[in-house]
């Protein structure tokens, strides 16, 4: 079964760190990344990283967040530092298959920032 599970979510104080977890079974993904929604609002970007190291980000997340990947442990990172009350929202990991192209989605994990 293919299926990406994220962890780390929380509550946290602004100006604070947060790193969520995703990790991949049952495929090789050959672009991770992670979206977001905030109540009220579609589900937006926050950062991608390809097979071979290639990463975007958001621009509203640039310098704060951070992407990384573990290939070893088929698992993805996301570093979050300097959080804002407005980065609060349901975290989303998502992974494009390395053979089939298609698209996976995880549960979410909800992060919180408090000001």
């Known amino acids: 079964q293919v299926q990406l599970v994220e962890s780390g979510g929380g509550l946290v104080q602004a100006g604070g760190s947060l790193r969520l977890s995703c990790a991949a079974s049952g495929s090789i993904f050959r672009l991770m990344g992670w979206y977001r929604q905030a109540p009220t609002k579609q589900r937006e970007l926050v950062a991608t990283?390809?097979?071979?190291?290639?990463?975007t980000y958001a621009d509203a997340v640039k310098g704060r967040f951070t992407i990384s990947r573990d290939y070893a442990k088929n698992t993805v990172y996301l570093q979050m530092n300097s959080l804002k009350p407005e980065d609060t929202a349901v975290y989303y990991c998502n992974g494009r298959r390395i053979v089939t192209n298609s698209e996976v989605w995880g549960q979410g994990t909800l992060v919180t920032v408090s000001s």
């Open positions: 990283m390809t097979s071979d190291g290639s990463t």
